[in-house]
């Protein structure tokens, strides 16, 4: 494995100069100090001049392998390639790379999704299996790689610190269990039943969950205990399909029948508002406002209160809310998509932040953007929605794809088939 590598730029080395002749008298001393003064100035413009050192860890990873940076360790899930070799979970501690330890992966599994939670990892597989999606999560210790203990389903933190096991889905019968974290102890568990499950997400972990059954009321849970919070037959007049979106406080009701949603309190399940969308292909929260992608290629921003009708698009393809303002992608805009900024109660346009394979860092606090450079490599840029620019953080020069934006790091391949990971600078 190759330790850190730091990057220092160019650094010229001219003759040395004459060695100077000693003084003859020593009241040149306003002149010897001067001459010092002037070194010292040219020396620190020169280090002035240099490019920002930049830390390249190179680390001894399969291409395709699923990676996060968790603290001070870099974790990278190594799937099997072949019936005789094991996947595995090796951990390496940053900033130099150092390994820390590994662990096998008894389940083969096309993807991995690694969860911190307290002092342990939850490693999930994902294999599609003859019925649906079969998941299994992995326990591990965070210190040493230990087993914990291994549970089929796909990790979801809870606000209150434990954690939901959630199994099946789609066309297949679910499972819920909220389990504790450190041994994988039930504390509570939904009966097995073949109604949808949404979650609401704080930000800080799942504090709902909602049951959309088939022919049956929905029901909003309490996900600490998996007490019924409000319950309630929200089925159309034409008993059409019904899909909800959890959207914050409301619950919205997509009738796809009559191409209408309707709001309701989540907690309470109380009728808000109801309004004729058209078709809808998704919904989301974009902060001030309700963003509603209809099937017409049209993006509405609908008033959360009132289910007022603020603006609406057909140039753009989805929005999602950044620093008090809403960034939007341009429909049909290739592979690189473009990006706008503008304000989420009228619809202006504000700024228009270019073409990037975007990436949200921090929990979103950051969004990099990573594009090709005419000499090579990849340009890293910062999305910065409220001042409305992009910042230029740096050029990865050996870069070739496969990136990853992680916890201020920047993971891509490079040409040898191993992986690089660059530290993003504040």
Sequence with gaps: MTGPVIDLGELRHGPDPDLLPRPPRANDRRLRCALV?????????????????????????????????????????EPANTSARQGRLAAY??????????????????????????????????????????????????????FRWQQPGRAIALADGNLLLHSGGQTEVSSLRAVDPCCGTVRWRLPPTSAQISFRDTGHGVDRVVLNPVNAPVEVREASTGAVLASASLLPPNDGPL?????????????RGS?????????????????????????????????????????LAIDPETGGLRWRSDRWSWGWPYDGRLMVSVS???????????DALTGEELADLGRWELYQVDDARRMVGLRGHPDGGLLVGE???????????????????????????????????SYQLWNLPD
């Design 243 to 255: 899909g909800l979106e959890v959207m914050e406080d409301l619950l919205l009701a997509v009738d």
């Design 93 to 146: 501690r940053l900033p130099g790379g150092a390994p820390a330890w590994q662990a096998p992966l008894s389940a083969e599994a096309r993807s991995w999704r690694i969860t911190p939670l307290a002092r342990m990892l939850l490693v999930t597989g994902y294999e599609i299996g003859p019925v649906g999606r079969d998941t299994l999560t992995v326990a591990l210790d965070r210190a040493t790689g230990a």
């Design 383 to 417: 999305l910065d929605a409220r001042a409305g620019e992009v910042r230029v953080l740096d050029v990865l020069p050996h870069a070739t794809g496969e990136c990853q934006a992680i916890t201020d790091h920047v993971l891509c391949a490079i040409a040898n088939s």
């Design 332 to 342: 049909g805009s290739g592979p690189m998509v473009q990006y706008l900024v503008v």
């Design 37 to 77: 003064l002037l070194l010292v100035l040219v020396t620190v413009a020169a280090g002035a001049a240099l490019p920002p050192r930049r830390t390249v860890v190179t680390l001894p990873a399969r291409l395709g392998a699923d990676a996060l940076v968790d603290g001070d360790l870099f974790l990278i899930v």
């Design 259 to 299: 191409a209408t949603v309707t709001a309701y309190g989540l907690d309470g399940l109380d009728r808000r508002w109801t309004r004729t969308t058209g078709p809808v292909e998704f919904a989301a929260d974009c902060g001030p406002v309700l963003c509603i992608r209809t099937g017409g290629g049209e993006l």
